[in-house]
């Protein structure tokens, strides 16, 4: 970690133990660890009964019928809901657009869609109950592609729309879609010496983030009820929750319970408002918990994509254009393919100088399963075609790819496809430079001197090869991700910070609705108030509504926006503190007036160092405690016609080298290492970085060799729903990730803080399959490659 | 579901005789991801882990008596010179944890293509050793064990006690292709084993065909090509043509299914791959076994 290019800025404090720039530890880590953390699934309540789900069995059909009578029947059953049992007119829900029912209202639209509700005294009794719901189902046929969805006699998944979005796509089907247009492709093409074109698949990754969906509604006295529940944004599930139930907001109290995980998996309501709605119809507290197969069906996914590239470039390797159409299937209902729609667009270029483009990306309405937020949001998918189209253009000029990608790397200053400037450091060629630099695993490195060592090879212990077919490969990748809700959202974050002294210490509180779903924000926020206000001990309250929102835990914003909210939260402690020390010390000292003070160690202190006084003395019984509001700058929507705005708040960078073996005769592939070099602006704490880039990393293997949902194209049903057979990666297939942070600060950001936690997942992907193609020569246009890619069986 | 606890062999054989459908649970690695999915709900699960001497082996002269609940982990550990082909399998079995729990019985008693002790059963020689109260004790070929896809030649009143495994005699290879390089279920899997003393060579393919087979027609081609240039008294190499066409048959001997998992087309192709190199690596170590023999005669 490098202190240069720190931000001038840095208030005050730096030097507090346990402050920003320390690895301080998580304080849930070691009882994570250990298996003693509570998690959401882990509540119990006295008298609580289990909720159940009962969900459709096809993919699109009209609900003809559902006889819930055996189901009610059943001893232990307290409750059975269908739509029709639904409070209130507000029957649909939806991050962005409410085309999402609560329970399926005459029509399903995707496998595992939500029919009806069961709440019984034991969760058996509850899935016994289900089972027994009769729904009798006329099928339709199956939207499940571009094709099959803008046909003339296409189906419409979502008829009557009113959506926002209706008024510019071509056809209802498609959710949204964004042109970007700028400079003159036809004519910059006329420069380009050679061509390249791809069309490209990216395969449909789930989170599997490890803690089931889960939660527990307790209703209360006043009618209303309090939803303990994991998940990535309080306030924005309640906003949704609350008009369902009937209910106003100040009724529904919401507390973060312990999160498993989310990627953006828990973006999107779940099992939510149908805990609440068993709750309130039974007066008893329900618990939902979702098993691995149910949660399969119980969130979104990443978009699979198609995408189509066209890349020209001059003899001398500068790129001359760029045209990509990119194709999101957005699967049955909207979530964020919108927001998606618009990272994939502005990000299709990658982090290149590249000055005419002629872009366009849409989200389908498909009846595949629904797809949203997961983490790299749109850029994931862009980030893998436009880095295999580097590779075809340094391959074709007969270039290094790396020097390739150095000569068109976009730096401060360059001009994003929407025409914003890039207005902080952007130091893209020198974190290629960094991976390049660093050395390469040895040589046929599983070699050992008793012969092959297996676990080093493809295959591992499963002893397919002792080096028979083994070819090594490199390849090189780097992305571009932005940082924080993009295109005019109001992204803003509360925190709420109270100072006063407890047996003689001055103890701070920091309270937020922010959701630590393993991102570190709790181990941050007392980092950032010991900086601020020169205390050791401080308080994180758990995370819940009596607070203003937080926003939510993904586009990698919370460090940077909740955290710059806790941060604008001490200053304004701080400025309080020292009012009152004014006010009872000023005349005993002429520093209180006139010097730069600083809270140091529970003390004021003058910026020369000299103690002005107690903290103790200054506060005596006296709390201070600021609420407020704090905001990145704003961005703007982007043209609907051409594209152009400013419509990011900051961008994030990283870069990768893969090494991989490849057994080129059973197409079985063994990471062997994975680079990676990341600017992070400051590291606040920067144990919780590495983790960060190392997480992401291996997110982004996952989908080069193995994650993948399989849906039968002709019933849109899932194959896959479980750990059997959707694989993630084991310790024995994650590489070591060697990991060279750079720390150049930007001015617009608290501290000079980047973004972290997405970077990593764009570049990972990319690079393994660069690496895989270097060592077959073979063309690999899809992710995740299978064995059969590899050898021809496909 | 009633769940039978039977505190020795004899009283298990009397719940099982009054309880044909019972479902014999050991490390429940497999009965219990069944009923977590809710695929099966057997009326009765009968315990098998009161009995403690299914979780003993005992050595014998030519051959392995395996209780049917050792676990992999103990196979891998204490058995690994009498039965090689079987411990290698036993180390690609799922995670260290499953491996503590699951034993040779379980892959027995699903009689999943997938098992991967399958095999190197098959490859050993084995013979599966079955009780009932009624008709006491036989022994099933492992040749006649699998029956059909998740079937197996056990009557409904009969639990599987153990297996006795022919000591190896010679070299033995097991590989397995997952898409992941540890804790995966086989996209398809091969066992050979070399049995010198009888101048013959056994295979096992698993995933490939509806049940665990062996490549009969490669197994054949290979004993008649090893008589016939007398390599198992010369310990030549075995020449590439040999080896490709030995591998070639045995991709003959799959009948595949497309599954999430793989192409039936790059099973057979991968069970060829894995065919032609467990051959070279075990012909290599006989040679070398053959070699110092000879030069310390």
């Known amino acids: 970690m490098q202190a240069e290019g720190a931000p001038t800025k840095i208030t005050q404090g730096s030097r507090t133990k346990g402050g920003i720039g320390e690895s301080t530890l998580r304080p849930d880590g070691t009882l994570k660890v250990t298996g003693e953390f509570a998690y959401s699934s882990d509540m119990w309540h006295e008298d609580m009964l289990w909720g159940q789900i009962l969900r459709s069995t096809v993919a699109h059909a009209e609900i003809v019928s559902i006889d819930t009578g055996e189901a009610l029947a059943t001893p232990g059953v307290y409750a059975v809901l269908t739509?029709?049992?639904?409070?209130?007119?507000?029957?649909?829900?939806?991050?962005?657009?409410?085309?999402?029912?609560?329970?399926?209202?005459?029509?399903?639209?995707?496998?595992?869609?939500?029919?009806?509700?069961?709440?019984?005294?034991?969760?058996?009794?509850?899935?016994?109950?289900?089972?027994?719901?009769?729904?009798?189902?006329?099928?339709?046929?199956?939207?499940?592609?571009?094709?099959?969805?803008?046909?003339?006699?296409?189906?419409?998944v979502h008829e009557n729309r009113d959506d926002h979005h209706i008024g510019h796509v071509p056809h209802p089907n498609i959710v949204h879609r964004q042109p970007i247009v700028r400079g003159n492709v036809d004519e910059a093409r006329r420069r380009a010496d050679v061509i390249v074109e791809g069309e490209y698949t990216f395969g449909m990754q789930d989170q599997a983030f490890l803690g089931p969906e889960s939660g527990l509604a307790v209703p209360e006295e006043d009618g209303g009820v309090h939803l303990y529940i994991a998940t990535q944004w309080l306030h924005s599930d309640l906003r949704q929750i609350a008009p369902v139930l009937g209910l106003p907001e100040k009724k529904v109290r919401m507390t973060l319970s312990g999160v498993g995980g989310a990627f953006g998996g828990r973006e999107d309501l779940s099992m939510q408002i149908h805990a609440c709605l068993l709750a309130l119809r039974t007066g008893k507290p329900v618990k939902i918990v979702y098993n691995r197969f149910e949660s399969f069906f119980g969130?979104?996914?990443?978009?699979?994509?198609?995408?189509?590239?066209?890349?020209?470039?001059?003899?001398?390797?500068?790129?001359?254009?760029?045209?990509?159409?990119?194709?999101?299937?957005?699967?049955?209902?909207?979530?964020?393919?919108?927001?998606?729609?618009g990272n994939a667009s502005s990000l299709s270029a990658g982090p290149y100088v590249v000055d005419d483009v002629d872009i366009e990306a849409i989200a389908l309405y498909t009846n595949n399963p629904p797809c949203g937020a997961m983490r790299g949001f749109g850029a994931v998918q862009a980030c893998f075609a436009y880095e295999a189209q580097m590779d075809k253009l340094a391959k074709k000029l007969g270039m290094d790819p790396v020097e390739f990608r150095r000569l068109n790397a976009m730096e401060q200053g360059t001009l994003m496809p929407t025409g914003q400037p890039v207005d902080s450091p952007a130091p893209v060629a020198e974190l290629l430079r960094r991976v390049k630099a660093m050395p390469l695993p040895p040589e046929r490195q599983w070699e050992s001197s008793e012969g092959a060592d297996v676990r080093q090879l493809p295959g591992g212990l499963s002893n397919?090869?002792?080096?028979?077919?083994?070819?090594?490969?490199?390849?090189?990748?780097?992305?571009?991700?932005?940082?924080?809700?993009?295109?005019?959202?109001?992204?803003?974050?509360?925190?709420?910070?109270?100072?006063?002294?407890?047996?003689?210490?001055?103890?701070?509180?920091?309270?937020?609705?922010?959701?630590?779903?393993?991102?570190?924000?709790?181990?941050?926020?007392?980092?950032?108030?010991?900086?601020?206000?020169?205390?050791?001990?401080?308080?994180?309250?758990?995370?819940?509504?009596?607070?203003?929102?937080?926003?939510?835990?993904?586009?990698s914003r919370q460090t940077y926006v909740t955290g710059g909210a806790v941060k604008n939260a001490c200053e304004l402690v701080r400025e309080k503190v020292l009012e009152i020390g004014r006010r009872k010390f000023g005349s005993y000292h002429p520093a209180w007036a006139?010097?730069?003070?600083?809270?140091?160690?529970?003390?004021?202190?003058?910026?020369?160092?000299?103690?002005?006084?107690?903290?103790?003395?200054?506060?005596?019984?006296?709390?201070?405690?600021?609420?407020?509001?704090?905001?990145h700058r704003p961005t703007e929507a982007f043209d609907l016609r051409t594209g152009q705005g400013n419509g990011h708040v900051q961008y994030s960078f990283?870069?990768?080298?893969?090494?991989?073996?490849?057994?080129?005769?059973?197409?079985?592939?063994?990471?062997?290492?994975?680079?990676?070099?990341?600017?992070?602006?400051?590291?606040?704490?920067?144990?919780?970085?590495?983790?960060?880039?190392?997480?992401?990393?291996?997110?982004?293997?996952?989908?080069?060799?193995?994650?993948?949902?399989?849906?039968?194209?002709?019933?849109?049903?899932?194959?896959?729903?479980?750990?059997?057979?959707?694989?993630?990666?084991?310790?024995?297939?994650?590489?070591?990730?060697?990991?060279?942070?750079?720390?150049?600060?930007?001015?617009?950001?608290?501290?000079?803080?980047?973004?972290?936690?997405?970077?990593?997942?764009?570049?990972?992907?990319?690079?393994?399959?660069?690496?895989?193609?270097?060592?077959?020569?073979?063309?690999?246009?899809?992710?995740?490659?299978?064995?059969?890619?590899l050898t021809g069986t496909a | 579901m009633d769940f039978l606890r039977p505190a020795s062999w004899e009283e298990a054989l009397?719940?099982?005789?009054?309880?044909?459908?019972?479902?014999?649970?050991?490390?429940?690695?497999?009965?219990?991801?069944?009923?977590?999915?809710?695929?099966?709900?057997?009326?009765?699960?009968?315990?098998?882990?009161?009995?403690?001497?299914?979780?003993?082996?005992?050595?014998?002269?030519?051959?392995?008596?395996?209780?049917?609940?050792?676990?992999?982990?103990?196979?891998?550990?204490?058995?690994?010179?009498?039965?090689?082909?079987?411990?290698?399998?036993?180390?690609?079995?799922?995670?260290?944890?499953?491996?503590?729990?699951?034993?040779?019985?379980?892959?027995?008693?699903?009689?999943?293509?997938?098992?991967?002790?399958?095999?190197?059963?098959?490859?050993a020689g084995a013979e599966v050793e079955v009780e009932s109260a009624a008709r006491g004790t036989r022994l099933i070929p492992i040749d006649a064990f699998y029956t059909g896809v998740k079937r197996n030649a056990l009557q409904p009143d009969e639990l599987i006690r153990a297996v006795h495994v022919r000591k190896a005699d010679g070299p033995q290879q097991f590989s397995k292709v997952g898409?992941?390089?540890?804790?995966?279920?086989?996209?398809?899997?091969?066992?050979?084993?070399?049995?010198?003393?009888?101048?013959?060579?056994?295979?096992?393919?698993?995933?490939?065909?509806?049940?665990?087979?062996?490549?009969?027609?490669?197994?054949?081609?290979?004993?008649?090509?090893?008589e016939e240039g007398g390599f198992w008294d010369n310990g030549k190499i075995i020449t590439p043509s040999v080896a490709k066409r030995f591998a070639d048959l045995c991709s003959a001997a799959c009948n595949p299914i497309d599954d999430v998992r793989g192409t039936a087309s790059y099973r057979r192709h991968a069970v060829g791959v894995m065919a032609r190199r467990t051959l070279t690596w075990t012909w290599e170590s006989y040679r070398g076994t053959h070699r110092t023999t000879e030069g310390a005669a």
Not at chain 1, 310 to 339: F, N, Q, W
Not at chain 1, 600 to 614: A, C, H, M, N, R
Not at chain 1, 687 to 699: E, Y
Request: charged content about 20%; some cysteine; glycine content about 10%.
């Open chain 1, 83 to 156: 739509y029709d049992d639904l409070p209130t007119d507000v029957r649909n829900y939806g991050l962005e657009i409410q085309d999402t029912p609560v329970l399926a209202h005459g029509k399903v639209r995707h496998h595992g869609e939500p029919v009806a509700l069961v709440a019984a005294d034991h969760p058996e009794t509850a899935r016994r109950a289900a089972a027994k719901i009769k729904v009798e189902y006329r099928e339709l046929p199956v939207i499940t592609d571009e094709k099959s969805a803008v046909a003339p006699d296409a189906v419409l």
């Open chain 1, 299 to 341: 969130h979104v996914h990443r978009h699979p994509a198609k995408l189509h590239y066209e890349h020209g470039a001059t003899k001398d390797g500068k790129l001359t254009h760029m045209k990509c159409r990119i194709v999101l299937d957005g699967g049955a209902y909207a979530s964020a393919s919108p927001a998606v729609v």
């Open chain 1, 464 to 555: 397919t090869t002792h080096g028979e077919g083994v070819v090594r490969g490199v390849g090189y990748a780097v992305g571009i991700k932005n940082v924080g809700f993009s295109e005019g959202f109001d992204d803003y974050s509360t925190a709420k910070v109270r100072m006063e002294v407890v047996g003689g210490e001055p103890v701070a509180t920091v309270h937020t609705a922010m959701a630590e779903v393993g991102q570190g924000g709790v181990t941050v926020h007392a980092q950032i108030a010991r900086t601020e206000l020169g205390v050791t001990r401080v308080t994180i309250h758990p995370a819940d509504t009596q607070v203003g929102s937080a926003g939510s835990t993904s586009a």
């Open chain 1, 594 to 631: 006139t010097a730069e003070l600083l809270l140091e160690g529970g003390k004021v202190v003058t910026d020369g160092g000299e103690i002005l006084g107690d903290l103790a003395d200054v506060l005596e019984d006296e709390a201070v405690e600021v609420e407020e509001e704090w905001r």
């Open chain 1, 654 to 789: 990283a870069a990768h080298r893969a090494v991989v073996e490849v057994d080129t005769e059973l197409g079985l592939v063994k990471v062997i290492e994975l680079a990676c070099a990341q600017d992070v602006g400051k590291a606040l704490n920067p144990l919780s970085v590495i983790g960060q880039i190392q997480g992401g990393t291996t997110q982004g293997l996952g989908v080069a060799v193995m994650e993948e949902i399989i849906v039968d194209p002709k019933t849109a049903k899932v194959r896959n729903p479980s750990f059997t057979d959707y694989l993630i990666p084991t310790i024995l297939d994650t590489p070591t990730i060697p990991v060279d942070v750079l720390e150049l600060a930007d001015e617009h950001a608290p501290y000079g803080l980047r973004g972290v936690g997405e970077a990593p997942t764009l570049s990972s992907t990319p690079a393994v399959l660069a690496a895989i193609r270097n060592a077959t020569g073979l063309a690999l246009d899809r992710t995740p490659v299978r064995p059969e890619h």
């Open chain 2, 14 to 123: 009397a719940a099982k005789a009054e309880h044909p459908t019972a479902v014999p649970i050991a490390g429940g690695t497999d009965v219990m991801v069944e009923i977590n999915f809710d695929h099966r709900r057997p009326e009765y699960l009968l315990d098998l882990n009161r009995i403690g001497d299914l979780s003993e082996w005992e050595v014998g002269a030519d051959t392995v008596r395996l209780g049917a609940s050792v676990p992999y982990t103990q196979i891998m550990e204490n058995l690994r010179a009498e039965l090689p082909g079987l411990a290698l399998a036993s180390h690609t079995v799922a995670s260290p944890q499953i491996r503590n729990r699951g034993g040779v019985g379980g892959n027995l008693g699903t009689a999943s293509p997938a098992g991967d002790a399958h095999p190197a059963l098959l490859a």
């Open chain 2, 179 to 226: 898409t992941r390089n540890a804790m995966v279920i086989a996209v398809c899997a091969f066992g050979l084993a070399l049995h010198p003393v009888t101048r013959t060579v056994r295979t096992g393919i698993g995933s490939a065909a509806p049940t665990p087979v062996r490549a009969e027609a490669a197994e054949e081609f290979l004993n008649a090509a090893l």
